[in-house]
C-alpha cells in the first residue's frame, strides 16, 4: 500500500528588523543601532522634533529628502499625513529626547510647547539649520530717525535640542550668547540716508514722515543683503510714485474748481442772475404763478423731477399759447418756434443763456440718488432770471448753495388756499367716496386694494411708478373728468400731478426704499396729504388712514401731521461728475478706465467738505465696470454715456440686453436688434407689457444719445403705443391684477 507523503511548506521569511518603506535606505542607518530603537523612534515619528517632513523645504519633495541622505521613516497617507524622514546623524539625538522625555499621551502637547517657547525666542528651523532672529536699533541722519533692523544669523542645533530634552529657557539664552552684529550695518546706513535724501530733494517735507514706516516696514522682514536694497528702492519709488499722484489729485481738485464747484459753470457765473425762491405747501399756487412768468419770458427752460410732469409742463404752456418743446432722457420733440423747452431736470442744459428757467420741485436735493441734478441745475443754469419752486424747509440749504455762486435769492412766500384737516377716525374700505386718493407704496399693493375697492363697486384709477407715463396721465385724467370715482396710487402723486382729490386716506404708513420698511418721513407724510382740496376743484380737503391699515396707523398720522418739515442734518449739496471732470481726471491720471475715473471722483478728490460731497454713483460705478470688460473698445466719452442710462438693475433681462447692446456696439458699430420687440405685445401679461416698456424707454435714451447705432425707432415707438394700450386695458378691466406679480 502506497502512502502519499505531504512535502512541508516553505517557512516564510522573517520580517526586516528594520521596516523600512525603501530597504535601500538600510544602508545609511548608524552602526550599532537595535531594533527595538528603531520601532521606538517609529512609534514616535509624529512629534519627534529631529523628523523632517517635506514641507519642512522650500520645493516640498521627497526628492530633497532623499538626496540630502535622509531615512524614509514613513510614506505619504491619505488625509493628508505628510511622509517623514531623519537624518542618521539625529537618530541618536532622537533616542535621547524619547529617554528624557518618555512616549505617553503628553509628548506631542509637550514638544509643541517647546517649539512654540523656541518661536517667541526668535528661533526656527529653516530646512536643516536653526536660525535666530535678531533686530538691532539703526540711527539715520534724517532728524535722527530710528529704524528697527531684522536679520537671522545660523544657531548651533546643540543647544536647541538639549531645550527640546529639558525645557531650561535659561539654559539656551546662555548657550546663545549675545546676538551677533549685522553684517552689513555700514553700507545699509549709507544707503537709507541715501534714499530720504533723494526724497528730501523732492521737496514735499510734510509728506517725508510717510516714508519712514515704509521703510520700516522692508527693515522689519529678514532678507538677504541684496533682496534687501532692492526692496527699500521699491519703496522709495512707491512713495515717491504716491507723492506726486497726490499732488496730481490736488492739482486736480483745483483745476476742476471743486473747492468752488459753482465757478466751474461759467455761463451761468457770467449772468448775475436774478433769482427767486418760491416757496410754500403743496395746493399753494406756487406752481402756477411760475408757469404765469414763465409763459411770458423771452425764451425759457421748465425743468421738472418727472417725465410725466415735464408733458403737463408742455401741456400748460402750450395751453397759455406758448410753443414749446419736450426733451426727456428718451425723447426729443421739437415745436415750431419754440420759444420754451420743457424738460426732466437731468436734460438741463448749462450752456446756452435764456431768458427765464423755472426749477420744480427743489426740495428733492436731498433726496440721496437724484439729488445731484437738482444742485447741477440751481448752480449751472444760465437763465438772466431763475424761478425755484420748493417746500419751505428746502430754503436754507438752497439759499447757501446761491451764496456760494455769489447770488443772493429773493424769498416769494405762498400760502395754502385751503388746510388739510385730519379726520377723526379711520375710514373703512366699505365707506369710500367719488374724489377719495388711497395712497400705498408697492405696485403689489396698489393693484390688490385696486381689486378689493373695484369688488365695492367703485371705478378705480391707478397711478404707481412702473407705469409708463403717458398711462399714469389718462388715469389721472379719468379719475379727473369722473370716469373713475376713487384713485389709488403711490407717493408720485405728491408730485405735483394736479388732481381733484378730496380725501387723501394713507393705506400704511410705512414705505419700502430698496432696503427695508420704513417709517414715512414728516415731508413725505405733508407731500402726500397735500393733495388733498385742490384749490378751484374742492372746498376743503382731508387727510386719514384706511381702518384696514396697521393699528397704530392713526395715531402715527396724528404725531406726524402737525410737524414741520426739516432739511437733513448737516447736509451737503451732492455733486456728481460731468463729461469736463472725467476728461480732466483721465488726461491727467493716464486712465482710460471708466471705472477707475469715477471711483478717483468718488473717493480720493477732496470736495469743498463744508458744502458738497459725491454723490450715490453705486449704480453708474457697476455700469462702468461693466462696459470697461465687455465694451472696452468704445471711447471714454461713449462709455460715460452709456454708464449715465436709466437701467433698471433689478431686472436681469434688462441688465442682460444693454451689455449685449453696448458689446454690439463696441464690436460692430451697431447695437443690433432690439429683441423685445417678437417677445411681447399689447395682449401680454401686464408685468411683462411693464418690463417691455423699461425696455423701449431704455432703447430711445440711448438713440437719442448714439445717433445712427441703435434705430428702429419707428419700431420701438410703436411698440410704446401699443404697450400702452394694452396697460390702460388691464387697468380699466374687472379682472384682479395684483396675485400676479410681488412687490
Given at each position: 500500500m502506497n502512502s502519499e507523503v505531504s512535502s512541508p511548506k516553505p517557512a516564510k521569511p522573517p520580517a526586516p528588523a528594520f521596516p523600512l518603506p525603501q530597504p535601500s535606505h538600510a544602508a545609511r542607518f548608524p552602526a550599532g543601532l537595535a531594533p527595538e530603537d528603531w520601532a521606538r523612534i517609529r512609534q514616535a515619528a509624529h512629534a519627534l522634533p529631529q523628523v523632517l517632513v517635506p514641507a519642512d523645504f522650500d520645493d516640498g519633495s521627497d526628492e530633497t529628502l532623499d538626496r540630502l541622505g535622509c531615512i524614509q521613516i514613513s510614506r505619504a497617507a491619505g488625509g493628508g499625513r505628510p511622509s517623514r524622514w531623519i537624518l542618521p546623524a539625529h537618530i541618536a539625538v532622537a533616542l535621547a529626547q524619547l529617554e528624557a522625555t518618555p512616549q505617553t499621551n503628553t509628548l506631542r502637547p509637550q514638544l509643541q510647547q517647546r517649539l512654540h517657547q523656541l518661536e517667541s525666542l526668535g528661533l526656527r528651523r529653516e530646512g536643516l539649520v536653526f536660525t535666530r532672529l535678531c533686530v538691532h536699533p539703526i540711527t539715520l541722519a534724517h532728524e535722527g530717525w530710528r529704524i528697527d533692523l531684522s536679520h537671522r544669523v545660523p544657531v548651533p542645533e546643540e543647544p536647541v535640542w538639549a531645550f527640546f530634552r529639558d525645557g531650561d529657557t535659561a539654559a539656551l539664552r546662555h548657550n546663545l550668547g549675545q546676538a551677533p552684529e549685522y553684517s552689513y550695518t555700514a553700507e545699509l546706513i549709507l544707503h537709507l540716508n541715501h534714499l530720504i535724501a533723494r526724497s528730501e530733494a523732492m521737496g514735499h517735507a510734510s509728506q517725508l514722515a510717510s516714508l519712514l514706516p515704509r521703510l520700516q516696514a522692508e527693515c522689519g522682514v529678514p532678507m538677504p543683503y541684496e533682496d534687501l536694497k532692492a526692496a527699500l528702492n521699491r519703496a522709495q519709488d512707491r512713495w515717491e510714485q504716491t507723492v506726486e499722484e497726490q499732488d496730481t489729485l490736488a492739482s486736480l481738485g483745483r483745476e476742476l474748481a471743486f473747492q468752488g464747484y459753482p465757478d466751474s459753470f461759467d455761463a451761468a457765473r457770467k449772468l448775475g442772475r436774478k433769482v427767486t425762491l418760491y416757496l410754500g405747501p403743496p395746493n399753494s399756487g406756487k406752481t402756477y404763478a411760475a408757469f404765469e412768468r414763465l409763459a411770458q419770458a423771452l425764451d425759457g427752460a421748465y425743468l421738472a423731477p418727472l417725465r410725466l410732469l415735464a408733458l403737463e409742463g408742455r401741456d400748460r404752456l402750450v395751453g397759455r399759447g406758448v410753443p414749446c418743446s419736450l426733451l426727456t432722457g428718451e425723447e426729443n420733440v421739437p415745436a415750431n418756434d419754440a420759444r420754451v423747452v420743457s424738460s426732466t431736470i437731468e436734460m438741463v442744459n448749462t450752456r446756452?443763456?435764456?431768458?427765464?428757467?423755472?426749477?420744480?420741485?427743489?426740495?428733492?436735493?436731498?433726496?440721496?440718488?437724484?439729488?445731484?441734478?437738482?444742485?447741477?441745475?440751481?448752480?449751472?443754469?444760465?437763465?438772466?432770471?431763475?424761478?425755484?419752486?420748493?417746500?419751505?424747509?428746502?430754503?436754507?440749504?438752497?439759499?447757501?448753495?446761491?451764496?456760494?455762486?455769489?447770488?443772493?435769492?429773493?424769498?416769494?412766500?405762498?400760502?395754502?388756499?385751503?388746510?388739510?384737516?385730519?379726520?377723526?377716525?379711520?375710514?373703512?374700505?366699505?365707506?369710500?367716496?367719488?374724489?377719495?386718493?388711497?395712497?400705498?407704496?408697492?405696485?403689489?399693493?396698489?393693484?390688490?386694494?385696486?381689486?378689493?375697492?373695484?369688488?365695492?363697486?367703485?371705478?378705480?384709477?391707478?397711478?404707481?411708478?412702473?407705469?409708463?407715463?403717458?398711462?399714469?396721465?389718462?388715469?389721472?385724467?379719468?379719475?379727473?373728468?369722473?370716469?373713475?370715482?376713487?384713485?389709488?396710487?403711490?407717493?408720485?402723486?405728491?408730485?405735483?400731478?394736479?388732481?381733484?382729490?378730496?380725501?387723501?386716506?394713507?393705506?400704511?404708513?410705512?414705505?419700502?426704499?430698496?432696503?427695508?420698511?420704513?417709517?414715512?418721513?414728516?415731508?413725505?407724510?405733508?407731500q402726500i396729504a397735500g393733495r388733498a382740496g385742490r384749490y378751484g376743484m374742492h372746498d376743503e380737503g382731508f387727510v386719514s388712514v384706511l381702518k384696514e391699515a396697521e393699528a397704530d396707523a392713526m395715531k402715527t398720522l396724528r404725531e406726524l401731521l402737525p410737524k414741520e418739515p426739516r432739511a437733513p442734518r448737516d447736509f451737503k449739496c451732492p455733486v456728481a461728475p460731468n463729461w469736463r471732470h472725467v476728461q480732466t481726471i483721465s488726461a491727467r491720471l493716464g486712465v482710460n478706465s471708466l471705472h477707475q475715473v469715477l471711483t478717483v471722483f468718488m473717493q480720493q478728490l477732496r470736495l469743498d467738505d463744508a458744502h458738497f460731497e459725491v454723490a450715490e454713483l453705486e449704480q453708474m460705478l457697476g455700469l462702468a465696470e461693466m462696459l470697461d470688460r465687455n465694451a472696452g473698445a468704445l471711447s471714454l466719452q461713449e462709455r460715460f454715456r452709456y454708464a449715465q442710462a436709466p437701467v433698471d438693475d433689478r431686472l436681469p433681462q434688462v441688465v442682460e440686453q444693454f451689455q449685449a447692446w453696448a458689446a454690439s456696439h463696441a464690436r460692430t458699430g451697431k447695437a443690433g436688434t432690439p429683441w423685445f420687440l417678437d417677445d411681447v405685445d399689447e395682449h401680454s401679461r401686464l408685468d411683462r407689457m411693464e418690463q417691455a416698456l423699461r425696455q423701449c424707454t431704455l432703447w430711445l435714451w440711448l438713440d437719442l444719445r448714439f445717433p445712427e447705432v441703435f434705430g428702429h425707432v419707428e419700431a420701438v415707438i410703436d411698440l410704446r403705443g401699443r404697450l400702452n394700450d394694452g396697460i390702460e386695458r388691464h387697468l380699466k378691466g374687472k379682472k384682479p391684477l395684483w396675485q400676479r406679480r410681488g412687490r
Open positions: 446756452d443763456t435764456i431768458d427765464v428757467a423755472v426749477i420744480d420741485e427743489a426740495q428733492m436735493i436731498f433726496d440721496d440718488s437724484r439729488g445731484w441734478a437738482w444742485t447741477q441745475a440751481i448752480v449751472g443754469v444760465p437763465a438772466r432770471e431763475l424761478i425755484i419752486i420748493a417746500s419751505a424747509y428746502a430754503a436754507p440749504a438752497i439759499e447757501r448753495l446761491l451764496l456760494l455762486c455769489g447770488e443772493k435769492p429773493e424769498r416769494r412766500v405762498f400760502e395754502r388756499k385751503q388746510h388739510v384737516q385730519l379726520m377723526p377716525a379711520p375710514v373703512p374700505m366699505t365707506h369710500l367716496h367719488a374724489g377719495d386718493a388711497v395712497v400705498a407704496f408697492s405696485r403689489r399693493d396698489v393693484l390688490m386694494l385696486r381689486d378689493q375697492i373695484a369688488q365695492n363697486g367703485h371705478v378705480v384709477s391707478v397711478i404707481y411708478g412702473a407705469l409708463p407715463p403717458e398711462v399714469r396721465r389718462r388715469e389721472a385724467e379719468r379719475f379727473a373728468v369722473g370716469a373713475s370715482q376713487v384713485l389709488v396710487a403711490t407717493d408720485a402723486i405728491g408730485m405735483g400731478l394736479n388732481l381733484p382729490i378730496r380725501r387723501v386716506l394713507f393705506s400704511t404708513l410705512e414705505k419700502y426704499d430698496g432696503v427695508g420698511d420704513r417709517a414715512l418721513t414728516v415731508g413725505e407724510v405733508h
